[in-house]
């Protein structure tokens, strides 16, 4: 074999190598392309954030929830060493407040991962929802001076009325995904009782006080039982602070949501 006719053959096996190995990297890069597509279809679910003080177990509950975990990618804010920003979730579950973090929070100071991941989803008027297991306040209701108690309930109370749902750590899981609403009614129980009897133009007949407030407080319901009015009406998005909610069962006052548009004053 001359030499030209070695040289051609070695550029042949050459380009033959070349080609080959330029096939297997196409393949390579395509795998890597398929396995992309299905992390971004993961991560293009809603993400929930799992906010504590400290480590517990019942956190882990809802951490590992199969329901939340079909609609909602679930994170934690300790695991993640408190580098998680509010504005990446669409909600925030919160299952320790201590009375320090809650007097904190309540006069803007936010100086510690927890208080400035909880104070920011405050601003950016994020779903946060708060373990009544968690909130150190309760544990001293029985001990506590009343007037001392009432005080830092006002701090919880301004929390509510910002929005905050208070709710039993049992609850979590169905108010996220909109099984249940905050108040517990049920979707039936929501529409005008004409509207179930009439048609959908059939005015609605109703004998409670309507509420039209955005946030029943425990002083809303004080008002009410001085006016000896035992039920109320109020919107299906209506937010009842945790001290209305046990005003009204102390008392006897029967809450009802509709959605009726008739709205009428206080």
Do not use: W
Request: charged share 30%; aromatic share 4%.
């Amino acid at each position: 074999m001359d030499t030209e006719a070695l040289i051609s053959a070695i550029c042949a096996r050459v380009l033959e190598k070349v080609s080959a190995l330029e096939e297997a990297g196409q393949g390579k890069d395509l795998g890597s392309s398929d396995e992309a597509s299905e992390q971004c279809q993961g991560s293009g679910k809603p993400k929930i954030l799992i906010l504590t003080e400290k480590h517990g177990e019942i956190c882990h509950e809802t951490l590992e929830n199969q329901i939340l975990a079909k609609e909602y990618k679930t994170e934690c804010a300790l695991l993640a060493q408190g580098t998680c920003k509010a504005g990446d979730y669409e909600a925030i579950v919160v299952y320790t407040l201590s009375n320090e973090a809650l007097g904190k929070l309540a006069a803007g100071i936010f100086d510690s991962d927890f208080t400035r991941i909880f104070g920011e989803a405050l601003l950016l008027g994020k779903k946060i929802l708060v373990a009544r297991e968690g909130v150190e306040l309760f544990a001293y209701k029985d001990t506590a001076p009343k007037a001392y108690f009432d005080r830092l309930a006002e701090n919880l109370e301004l929390l509510e009325k910002s929005g905050v749902i208070l709710t039993p750590h049992s609850r979590m899981a169905a108010l996220l995904t909109g099984t249940e609403t905050e108040a517990g009614a049920e979707k039936g129980d929501r529409e005008c009782p004409a509207q179930k009897k009439q048609d959908n133009t059939a005015p609605c007949q109703e004998e409670e006080m309507i509420l039209t407030k955005k946030v029943i407080t425990e002083r809303d319901m004080a008002a009410i039982k001085e006016k000896k009015i035992s039920r109320i009406l109020v919107g299906e998005k209506t937010i009842f602070t945790d001290l209305a909610r046990e005003y009204a069962s102390k008392y006897g006052i029967s809450v009802r949501r509709d959605t009726c548009p008739e709205k009428k004053g206080e």
